[in-house]
């Protein structure tokens, strides 16, 4: 898909087809439909992330909470946006065996107590043997770091999303 073709799109068609670029969080998408036309990849990208650092501390954190815990209860209840299912399964998480997985789902509820939103990270820049050493680096992290932290994290995802939609080296991107 190239930039012609999103700038093309009407707002309903441009809503799903970017809707979860932020997982769950379609509203995002809706508000940077109106700032077309976008120049390139590039800049499309950057309006969804402006709009994430515009937030108050409030949205921002309303957004980490639309992120379904890494091997948590959506995924055993197979209730995961596609998106979502694709990473964690190719990271392995989907396939964790049942010490892992309670490892997992002990200190996913540490973080979340200590910060107050889910632990986020980008499934596919890492893998299940990574995942809970890097949960327990970050719950010792200082709130307002963590916070900058896990919304990079859903940079990172955001970006490899729209890179697999616009059929584009992410690297590039
Ligand atoms: N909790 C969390 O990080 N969830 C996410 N990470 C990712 O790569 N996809 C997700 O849904």
């Not at 190719?90 to 010490?99: E, F, K, N, R």
């Not at 973080?111 to 970050?138: I, N, Q």
């Amino acid at each position: 898909m190239n930039i012609e073709k999103v700038n093309s799109m009407d707002f309903g068609e441009f809503v799903d087809v970017f809707g979860n670029v932020i997982e769950r969080c379609p509203l995002i998408a809706a508000a940077v439909w109106s700032q077309r036309p976008f120049s390139d990849l590039e800049d499309l990208e950057k309006h969804f992330f402006a709009f994430i650092d515009a937030l108050p501390q409030s949205g921002q954190e309303g957004i980490l909470r639309c992120h379904p815990d890494l091997a948590g209860r959506e995924q055993q209840r197979g209730t995961l946006s596609a998106e979502s299912q694709r990473e964690q399964s190719g990271a392995g998480l989907t396939s964790l065996g049942a010490d892992e997985r309670q490892q997992l789902a002990k200190l996913n509820a540490q973080y979340r107590a200590r910060f107050g939103f889910p632990f986020v990270l980008a499934a596919r820049l890492s893998d299940r043997a990574a995942v809970p050493g890097e949960l327990e680096r970050r719950l010792h992290s200082q709130p307002a770091q963590e916070l900058r932290t896990a919304l990079g994290e859903v940079k990172k995802i955001g970006h490899l999303r729209l890179a697999d939609l616009l059929d584009a080296d992410s690297s590039r991107l």
